[in-house]
């Protein structure tokens, strides 16, 4: 990999910091507070050149000196911190950790490397890079289309083997069925094809891949049973495990595909999760785009946009419901019987995020609707206090995740709300230069997990779009 030198850029006044006496000794206490908090240049997994320039280009137009550290900290983590590449039988293989867990997920994996996608065409290792990342994806899925997360040895035996009862195989960390997992990897694919032209990636493996995603999608619409996916875990936290010995709750088949977890990797009370549903319908779409316009199998083709016309017809029958105070919004969950659920977790896909993922319009007035409810205390899972955001019950209540404030962010037409993001964001890392899985509502100090890639590098896509469309706000 080419190695180049980090720039670090200290500012002259600290939010918060009086200047007195010398003026030199307080710019060597802000030197002393704002120093990298990047690994040192030669323990770097990965480094880019593009996302180099970017740093300093974006480090310049940033006045606020705390901002412009945790920007220069966040953006580049996924890089420096959870890449694994090389080439395997010549063909690039990347393998992406999610932070302080080992494995790689196939949600966070994309997600990670999201933002740096606009800027592949810049950097030719960077390219490829990406393009190991789809490769091991599709690999993944071979070996198991239900597993949410993998480790990089496919002969490892994953340590929730002994207390999880489901088809476990050797190479899977985790084998929760969410439907997300499976998005996201269309998602990059896709996603890589349109900014790079590059279609080498549409190989046999993928092909075959993104066959079997189909065919999984079509089990998990339940039309005939629970189909061939369990799940049980021997634990005492119920968001860990399925009810009916591991089939999920009662459900009625209706054309919408069934999530056994949410992207957060809890149960879902309700089988069928609405923004993951969305998020089906976009990654179909996208793979009939794929099979017509690069592969050349219309009858495929054919098969995902048939499937993604179903999904999106039930989602109009099943989703919504107008709600006393918002008017017409989207429910978390149904189970086909009528019955739904509302609430929003901050992980995505979540409600808040669906233009972020091209699932919805942001102007969409039920996008719109349900926006004002998931951002209010008529959400149960929203909090507010000192801050405010949305958490989940991942890790429990007045626990706020900073990607709820990132896709609030990144979601938002309105640039004073975005300021107000920036702001939230920089009060609450708690003084590490980083952002966190979730923070207390009253005390960012008291947070969850210190090495978080995804939500570093989402920081820093978001800094990254105020810079090229509200550059004022810098």
């Not at 901002?67 to 959870?82: A, E, K, S």
């Not at 017409?328 to 901050?346: R, S």
């Not at 009060?427 to 509502?441: V, Y």
Request: a negative charge; aromatic letters at 12%.
């Amino acid at each position: 990999m080419k190695r180049r030198s980090f720039l670090k850029t200290t500012g002259l006044v600290a939010s918060g910091l009086t200047m007195t006496g010398s003026g030199a000794l307080a710019s060597e206490l802000l030197k002393d507070k704002y120093v990298s908090n990047r690994p040192p240049l030669n323990e770097r997994k990965f480094t880019s050149e593009a996302v180099e320039k970017v740093i300093k280009k974006v480090a310049k137009k940033i006045s606020d000196p705390e901002l412009r550290w945790m920007f220069q900290n966040c953006y580049p983590n996924t890089l420096d911190t959870t890449i694994e590449f090389s080439i395997e039988n010549g063909r690039p293989d990347t393998f992406v950790i999610t932070g302080d867990i080992p494995a790689m997920w196939l949600r966070d994996s994309t997600a990670q490397v999201w933002p740096y996608l606009p800027l592949a065409n810049e950097d030719d290792e960077l390219k490829l890079m990406i393009k190991g990342l789809v490769n091991r994806q599709s690999a993944c899925i071979l070996l198991d289309p239900y597993a949410n997360a993998f480790e990089k040895d496919e002969t490892v035996k994953s340590h929730w083997a002994d207390s999880d009862i489901t088809d476990m195989k050797p190479g899977t960390h985790e084998r929760k069925w969410e439907i997300d997992s499976l998005c996201y990897a269309v998602r990059l694919a896709n996603g890589y094809w349109k900014k790079t032209g590059d279609t080498s990636i549409f190989d046999d493996q993928w092909k075959t891949a993104s066959k079997l995603i189909l065919k999984t999608f079509k089990e998990q619409q339940r039309k005939d049973g629970v189909g061939p996916y369990t799940f049980s875990r021997k634990t005492q936290k119920y968001e860990d495990t399925m009810a009916n010995w591991g089939a999920g709750a009662s459900l009625k088949p209706c054309g919408l595909i069934v999530s056994a977890f949410r992207p957060s990797d809890d149960s879902t009370l309700l089988p069928f999760l609405i923004p993951s549903n969305y998020f089906a319908v976009a990654s179909l779409r996208q793979l009939e785009d794929i099979y017509t316009n690069v592969i050349g199998d219309s009858s495929f083709a054919k098969e995902c946009a048939a499937l993604a016309d179903e999904v999106s017809e039930a989602l109009k029958k099943y989703a919504t419901k107008d709600h006393l105070e918002y008017g017409k919004i989207l429910a978390f969950e149904v189970d086909g019987f009528g019955n739904q659920y509302f609430m929003d977790d901050a992980n995505v896909p979540s409600l808040l995020s669906m233009p972020y993922l091209d699932c919805m319009d942001v102007e969409d007035p039920l996008y719109q609707a349900t926006r004002k409810f998931v951002w209010s205390e008529d959400n149960p899972y929203f909090f507010k206090g000192k801050f405010e955001g949305i958490g989940g019950p991942h890790v429990g209540l007045d626990y706020v995740w900073p990607m709820s404030i990132i896709q609030k962010g990144l979601t938002s037409t309105d640039a004073t709300e975005v300021k107000w993001c920036l702001e939230q964001l920089k009060a609450t890392h708690a003084d590490t230069g980083f952002m966190h899985e979730s923070f207390h509502k009253n005390d960012p100090k008291k947070f969850t997990r210190s090495w978080f890639a995804w939500t570093n590098t989402l920081f820093g896509e978001l800094v990254y779009k105020v810079y090229q469309q509200h550059p004022e706000l810098l």
